[in-house]
């Protein structure tokens, strides 16, 4: 495999995707973060609590891999726990949430919008994202990552408890979407304010949780709020991934005004292509546990070629990433093989002789 050269920086290249304009390759931006703080030597526990921490594998990644954009998230369970939600950390893997806030939905009176400076670990996210954005934001573009309203609801909650006062008690959670969506929105203007891109990432929204129709009325308007104040604070567009199946909720999606879509290795890059590819930029989908993780750095250029032989035509565009997060213990040579392809079998003008 021949491995060209960049010919654009990150961000030339990503400037020059978003205007339609030619570029040297196709896009690649894995989705990595704390689950790769080994790279720096150090833990997960010490990513989620110190925001120096958290730059420097953000900083140590780009420095390693060069891929398309930086991200520094708040977390799937940050805004539950700056909340009232109590989260767990351990030693060295992911954080789990160990008691919702809220036990009754007819309590979600007691619940307040978040102080984005001073409420569980936010504060530390947005030191961590300035940090990083210093740092890189000449050769890179930086944003931040925030969890989906539903997705912080069933934090809140439970994720049982939601599902079953979908039906029991809508008002009330029509009441919890709200005030967590005004914390979103305390979120995406000091986001704004740094200057950084925002997207959403919401995996309880999926259609592995959640009907059509419940994602239309509980998920879907509140969504929207969200990506109306990002659009009107940045003045520009913005991604979503949904974990697990989201196909039957594509043009819903679509129809709120995402500019990205980020899809599952569960779902198809042609089939999301030929539903919605005329509206939105395609992000995705080598699988991060089976190939990324479990895999070869073979098997890794293998499925990445599959990959851009899927979507690298999409009429809006084409990023190369994986279908979710890569997790824990992945080798690094895997994580380089989806750059090393992208850099291969990516190049402009796409040669499909080169996929087979």
């Known amino acids: 495999m021949e491995i060209k050269q960049d010919l654009m920086t990150p961000k030339e290249r990503m400037q020059a995707f978003a205007q339609g304009k030619p570029t040297?390759?196709?896009?690649?931006?894995?989705?990595?973060?704390?689950?790769?703080?080994?790279?720096?030597?150090?833990t997960t526990y010490e990513v989620y609590h110190d925001p120096e921490v958290y730059a420097d594998l953000e900083i140590a990644l780009f420095r390693k891999f060069r891929h398309d954009a930086v991200g520094v998230g708040i977390g799937l369970r940050e805004v539950a726990e700056a909340m009232g939600t109590k989260v767990i950390y351990p030693p060295n893997n992911?954080?789990?949430?160990?008691?919702?806030?809220?036990?009754?939905?007819?309590?979600?009176?007691?619940?307040?919008?978040?102080?984005?400076?001073?409420?569980?670990?936010?504060?530390?996210?947005?030191?961590?994202l300035k940090m990083t954005r210093d740092a890189l934001f000449k050769e890179v573009n930086v944003s931040c990552g925030i969890p989906g309203p539903f997705t912080t609801a069933s934090g809140l909650l439970g994720t049982e408890n939601l599902l079953k006062a979908l039906i029991k008690y809508p008002e009330k959670v029509h009441e919890l979407m709200?005030?967590?969506?005004?914390?979103?929105?305390?979120?995406?203007?000091i986001a704004a304010e740094m200057g950084v891109g925002i997207g959403i990432a919401d995996p309880i929204s999926s259609s592995t949780i959640i009907s059509k129709k419940f994602f239309q009325i509980f998920s879907m308007p509140y969504v929207e709020k969200c990506i109306d104040r990002i659009k009107q604070k940045t003045g520009g567009g913005m991604s979503i991934h949904v974990c697990g199946k989201s196909k039957k909720i594509w043009g819903d999606l679509v129809e709120i005004g995402i500019t990205s879509l980020s899809i599952d290795d569960i779902e198809d890059l042609e089939d999301a292509k030929n539903a919605v590819g005329d509206?939105?930029?395609?992000?995705?989908?080598?699988?991060?546990v089976d190939i990324v993780r479990n895999g070869t750095y073979e098997d890794v250029v293998r499925e990445s070629k599959f990959c851009?032989?899927?979507?690298?035509?999409?009429?809006?565009?084409?990023?190369?990433?994986?279908?979710?997060?890569?997790?824990?213990?992945?080798?690094?040579?895997?994580?380089q093989a989806l750059l090393d392809t992208a850099r291969s079998y990516g190049v402009y003008p796409v040669k499909p002789e080169l996929w087979e």
Not at 24 to 41: F, H, K, V, Y
Not at 178 to 189: L, T
Not at 282 to 288: A, D, E, H, Q, S
């Open 24 to 42: 040297d390759r196709i896009p690649c931006n894995p989705i990595m973060g704390e689950t790769l703080s080994s790279l720096i030597g150090r």
């Open 94 to 128: 992911i954080s789990y949430v160990a008691e919702p806030a809220l036990k009754d939905i007819r309590d979600v009176a007691k619940l307040s919008p978040v102080n984005p400076y001073q409420d569980g670990k936010i504060p530390i996210r947005l030191i961590a």
């Open 178 to 189: 709200e005030i967590i969506v005004e914390s979103n929105f305390r979120i995406i203007d």
């Open 279 to 288: 509206k939105v930029c395609l992000v995705g989908n080598v699988p991060p």
């Open 308 to 335: 851009i032989k899927k979507a690298h035509d999409n009429p809006k565009g084409f990023i190369l990433s994986t279908g979710c997060q890569i997790p824990m213990n992945a080798p690094i040579e895997n994580i």
